[in-house]
């Protein structure tokens, strides 16, 4: 097995951490991508968890494509939600199903007590292939 590091400079550098924003398998082509979400380089976020789900989103689009794919060639989405996703997902459905569109990648939401920080409400986490 062969993996390329990815690590957009548009995106938080997680080296400190041990971590790269997404990870290519070589052989196979497929990309796991880190959780993304509404962290820009000073670490401001926006408070309601529409606006985390956009930047989250758009951050998983420059993770996607400086891995050389696209969200049409997502395969799998993980979305955690900060308390109970249920709550959330009629406000979510629009923003997703826009982003998304026709490639409707296999998709789980996931309520979750925290995440890596009490400002963060909203992760995104994917695979998909080159």
């Known amino acids: 097995m062969n993996k390329k590091l ?44 529409e606006g985390q789900m956009r930047k989250a989103l758009a951050n998983l689009t420059i993770a996607l494509e400086n891995a050389g794919s696209s ?23 629009p923003i997703l199903a826009n982003f998304f569109g026709e490639s409707r990648p296999a998709m789980t939401g996931i309520g979750v007590a925290s995440l890596a920080s009490p400002e963060i409400l909203v992760e995104v986490e994917a695979i998909a292939f080159c």
């Open 71 to 93: 969200i049409d060639k997502l395969l799998q989405v993980r979305i955690y939600i900060r308390g109970e996703f249920g709550e959330y997902l009629e406000a979510l459905t």
């Open 6 to 49: 990815i690590n957009p400079p548009e995106l938080f550098d997680g080296a400190v951490y041990g971590m790269s924003q997404a990870t290519i398998e070589t052989q196979s082509g497929l990309v796991f991508l880190s959780g993304q979400i509404d962290s820009q380089r000073q670490s401001e976020t926006k408070q309601s968890v």
